[in-house]
């Protein structure tokens, strides 16, 4: 059973993982669990431009991701979507993420951290295709 | 901080998901969550043949996955392999699995149903490449 508007908005709301796919050079996939925000209708991650993610994201824009309880009864929600680097944001959202993941006083700490090693950028990603189940029914 | 040979032992015990990544015919990624068993240096998993992430490993065997823990300290697995479809094996793997995540009694009576459809098939990856990662100390 799909989740209604609201049930949606709350399950994302919660600071649950994403796994997030991209495709890398040699055309194999890639998957890694990441922090995101869901505001106004886009998703926003952060990764190193330099890095697996970044370096495929800057070749292919195309990613998928899954957001998901790990325990029965299952919901989850998958998105398919094209990602936009936003370095502009890159700061705001890797603060916003610490905090919304690890509490306030780690979370600046931690992204106080990441920021000093250069290439952070934030990108967000529109859905294109989004599914949602809900087997607590 | 990796995990010890032990310590992924254990962790791949419980049943946790593992967030699969393919890639689809139109070269963009795929990802959802998935059941699995590790026995004897090999991942197992179940799919239907027709479906997205069987007709991906049909194509193309690479595949990526994440077995992770969704709350901090993060801990977690990823693997990059090749999939190896073994349908001989698909009945006693869907039952399997499904005892696994469900319990006895549950998971019988749902691999039963899943077994009434066709084309359920079994397919096992070795990991070519794995990291784990464990911030628990």
């Not at 399950?11 to 040699?26: E, G």
């Not at 094209?82 to 993420?97: D, G, N, Q, S, Y």
């Amino acid at each position: 059973m799909a989740m209604t508007h609201q049930e949606l908005e709350e399950f994302l709301k919660a600071p649950r993982l994403a796994r997030l796919a991209v495709v890398k050079k040699d055309g194999g996939p890639h998957v890694s669990p990441v922090w995101y925000l869901w505001e106004d209708g886009h998703f926003w991650f952060t990764t190193t431009a330099g890095r697996v993610k970044g370096r495929a994201i800057r070749r292919d824009g195309r990613v998928a991701f899954t957001i998901d309880e790990d325990t029965p009864p299952y919901r989850g929600v998958i998105v398919e979507g094209r990602a936009v680097f936003v370095p502009e944001r890159a700061e705001e959202v890797t603060r916003r993420l610490a905090v919304r993941y690890l509490g306030q006083e780690a979370g600046e700490a931690y992204a106080r951290e990441l920021l000093q090693s250069p290439g952070r950028t934030a990108f967000r990603v529109r859905p294109a295709k989004l599914i949602t189940w809900d087997y607590r029914d």
